[in-house]
């Protein structure tokens, strides 16, 4: 039975993907700051296979490396990691966005991503063995109006994505990138500070991606034949062809 730590397991993208893992009977360490949803994440999931949680912040390198050391020994072999964490912080133009936002989003989608993996990887070194999947967006592959720094941070998670599959390659571990498009979670809740009506709208005139439907690409993703790696895969809506362009009805 495969382990899988998934970051970002509280709420969207992450939450579902566990959700999927689950029914699959993969073992699972779920992470993420809120823990009363860990909490009755893991009590709706232990019906379907082991549940491990760790709270943590992932800009707190000592949190993350002191959470992940003292997994107990049945949860150490991690064969699947889902870099998932991350989150927008304001949509502002360059000229006055805000710099504890733009710390936020390199902190948590970029430093964080490399503390977890840093205290992952070794254990699939000695393993040999290994499937690092990195949530990037189709934010790391053009940059919009007002994204610059988000863009700039998924643009990192891309090349980071890029460098552990050179760097690791040889040592029979899988990296691979998945770059959703619009997905309706709560990213744009967090994006916009809690301003709902201005999240709504950004879903609103077409059908987004569910969480449901990249939790599904991860589960494909993982479940391929070793000799199998996807390296890089890019999802959208239908309605979406770039990120400015989007069908909307409504
Ligand atoms: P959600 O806001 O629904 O989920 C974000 C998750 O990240 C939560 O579980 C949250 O947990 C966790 N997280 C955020 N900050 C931290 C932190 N400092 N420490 C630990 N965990 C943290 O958004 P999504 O599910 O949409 O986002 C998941 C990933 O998908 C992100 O990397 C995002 O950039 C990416 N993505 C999203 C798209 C979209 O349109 N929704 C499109 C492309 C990519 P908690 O708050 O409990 O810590
Ligand atoms: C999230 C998708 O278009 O808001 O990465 O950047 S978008």
Redesign the pocket.
């Known amino acids: 039975m495969k382990t899988a730590l998934i ?9 579902s993907t566990a959700k999927r893992f689950a029914s699959e009977g993969i073992k699972l360490i779920l ?4 823990k009363e ?2 909490e009755k994440l893991k009590k709706e999931l232990s019906m379907k296979t082991e549940v491990q949680i760790l709270s ?4 707190k390198k000592e949190d993350v490396f002191h959470n992940i050391e003292s997994l107990p020994e049945e949860f150490r072999n991690i064969d699947i990691l889902v870099n ?5 912080h304001g949509l502002d133009p360059i000229q006055s966005g805000s710099i504890e936002d733009w710390e ?1 989003m390199l ?3 970029v430093k ?1 991503l490399l503390y977890v993996s840093k205290a992952i990887i070794p254990g699939m070194m000695e393993r040999q063995s290994g499937h690092i999947i990195n ?5 790391g592959k053009e940059v919009y109006p007002n994204g610059n720094v ?1 863009c700039a941070s ?1 643009h990192a ?1 891309d090349a980071i994505n890029q460098g552990m599959r050179i760097d690791l390659n040889g040592n029979g571990i899988r990296v691979g990138a998945i ?12 994006r916009f500070k809690g301003d709902s009506e201005k999240a709504e709208k950004v879903y609103q005139g077409f059908k ?2 569910q ?1 449901e439907d ?1 939790a599904d690409i991860i589960h494909f993703v993982v479940t391929r034949p070793y000799h199998v790696n996807i390296a890089d895969l890019t999802v959208m809506p239908t309605a979406q062809a770039t990120s400015t362009i989007v069908d909307k009805k409504a």
């Open positions: 970051t970002g397991a509280t709420s969207g993208i992450g939450r992470c993420g700051r809120r949803r860990l943590f912040d992932v800009r998932n964490a991350g989150n927008a936020a902190d948590i989608n964080g949530i990037g967006s189709t934010a988000y998924k998670v770059n959703p498009g619009l997905v309706q979670t709560e990213f744009s809740d967090v987004a991606l969480p990249i």
